[in-house]
């Protein structure tokens, strides 16, 4: 699905490229400016407010990671695509950690840079919709790629003909493997979207509980959780997670105040940013123990 009409900036120094990217956009109702050089580029900028830019890296009068730095303190900022040649793809994937919404690689087909472009236009049409509810809060942004991995040969011809592996990544990161639980014929290897959930709740609540930790003077030297959930499937196939317990073991230094550890996994679940994003109850059930005096 392409996002509605949307104002893009293509800031590009080859005309036939800048032609190409307008004529695979074009009826959808957008509404296009073009820059050939950073400085151009910036002056649109300054006198419009686009919703994505199509960036060229390779400008002849500054890089686009410069025009991208200055983008991003913007209040608002566009979606920024990054354009490159295949040779400067890990040029590209560091674009995308500086804040770029997303890189396509010359020479691209028309499908996929509108799929792109109308990605790049709804994300940021949903972060300035936002933006009015947190005056004050800072917005981060998180992306990834999951690639089914499990085709085998037929497609989804039937339920049992593909396989439910994939393969989740961003640049810089190792892959996870991943697939679907066993109980859906999923591999038991590899980690299930259930699973991820889980360790998402039980890794953040042990982040900011360290963290709190750390402001209070209390000294954690070990911490294992053996984390459960329990997800209940509905008559019509579909299910949601109903609970889940967090079983923390921290151990402390020798005169770190047990009492004032313990109590610290009440502040940590409050402030945990993955439990205050989910509709079923969390519970943690701690333990904490002092390492012995040498």
Not at 7 to 24: G, K, M, N, W
Not at 258 to 263: I, K, R
Request: aromatic share 6%; with cysteine.
């Amino acid at each position: 699905m392409h996002a509605s009409p949307a104002r893009i900036l293509i800031v590009e120094d080859s005309a036939s490229i800048a032609l190409t990217c307008r004529l695979h956009l074009d009826g959808f109702g957008h509404q296009f400016f073009t820059a050939t050089n950073g400085a151009h580029a910036l002056d649109v900028l300054g006198a419009q407010e686009v919703d994505c830019i199509l960036l060229d890296l390779d400008l002849p009068d500054m890089e686009g990671e410069e025009i991208l730095r200055r983008v991003q303190a913007f209040d608002q900022p566009p979606s920024v695509v990054v354009v490159t040649a295949k040779s400067s793809t890990t040029r590209a994937e560091q674009t995308v950690t500086a804040g770029a919404f997303d890189y396509l690689v010359k020479p691209f087909n028309a499908a996929r840079l509108i799929t792109t472009v109308g990605n790049a236009v709804r994300h940021v049409r949903t972060l300035r919709q936002l933006a009015p509810c947190q005056p004050q809060g800072r917005a981060h942004h998180y992306r990834l790629a999951v690639d089914w991995t499990g085709n085998l040969g037929q497609g989804t011809a039937g339920y049992r003909a593909y396989g439910r592996d994939h393969e989740i990544s961003a640049p810089g990161q190792p892959p996870i493997p991943g697939s679907a639980d066993p109980a859906f014929r999923g591999d038991a290897a590899r980690w299930n979207p259930e699973q991820l959930l889980l360790a998402s709740l039980s890794a953040c609540h042990k982040l900011w509980y360290l963290h709190l930790c750390a402001d209070a003077g209390v000294v954690v030297t070990a911490y294992h959780d053996d984390a459960t959930a329990v997800m209940c499937e509905a008559a019509d196939g579909g299910g949601q997670f109903v609970e889940a317990v967090l079983h923390p073991m921290v151990t402390l230094a020798p005169d770190s105040d047990v009492a004032l550890a313990e109590s610290l996994h009440e502040a940590a679940h409050a402030k945990c940013f993955i439990a205050r994003s989910v509709n079923f109850p969390i519970r943690c059930e701690a333990t904490c123990r002092q390492e012995t005096a040498a």
